[in-house]
């Protein structure tokens, strides 16, 4: 073998040992990571780098999205039947009127529902029909609201079915499309229109 060559197999020996050197890890380096390793299967950080990232676990910010924050918000879920024996079971009903209440009793039927009738010009309440149902914590109306809001605004004059809205500057819906796709703006508009005291 000649000069030349020895000294050209020992430079790439030498270069191919000095790249594998740097090529470790910090891990690998000092040997606990690849011992503890064969022994759990995994391969623990150095004790720098766990500092590291706990610190920069603790300055980074957490980011919440919206679908993360309605994941969290419970569900109502309603598991009463819609169907009940008696109703008027536990009702006090003494200093109502007996032609309402009957009326009202009557048009409830075997439904598990409550109808409460007050008189409008004095805010006497005339009957209660399944008192344990009207005075218990009630629920949110959500989009049944919307058919009030529509009807409240249609019989006051504010708008007809095909009135266009402007909900931003390029979208515009009147009410037929508007309970189509229960849109919430939509209503919103016509509430504040409608206004308080209609």
Request: with cysteine; charged share 20%; net charge positive.
């Amino acid at each position: 073998m000649t000069l030349r060559l020895r000294t050209l197999c020992f430079f790439l020996a030498a270069v191919s040992l000095v790249a594998l050197s740097f090529a470790r890890t910090p891990e690998t380096r000092s040997g606990s990571a690849v011992s503890s390793a064969k022994k759990t299967g995994t391969i623990a950080g150095s004790a720098f780098a766990k500092r590291r990232v706990a610190r920069l676990q603790s300055k980074r910010p957490v980011v919440r999205t919206v679908a993360a924050k309605k994941r969290r918000r419970p569900a109502t879920r309603f598991r009463t039947s819609s169907f009940a024996g008696d109703i008027t079971a536990g009702d006090q009903f003494s200093g109502e009127d007996p032609i309402v209440r009957q009326a009202a009793v009557n048009a409830l039927g075997n439904m598990n529902g409550t109808l409460v009738a007050i008189d409008p010009d004095s805010g006497r309440v005339l009957a209660m029909v399944n008192q344990k149902l009207a005075l218990s914590q009630g629920a949110q109306p959500c989009s049944t609201i919307k058919v009030a809001v529509a009807l409240a605004a249609l019989s006051e004059g504010v708008i007809d079915r095909e009135t266009p809205l402007p909900l931003s500057r390029s979208t515009q819906m009147n009410l037929t499309e508007a309970l189509a796709v229960s849109n919430n703006a939509y209503f919103e508009a016509v509430g504040r229109s409608l206004g308080f005291r209609r």
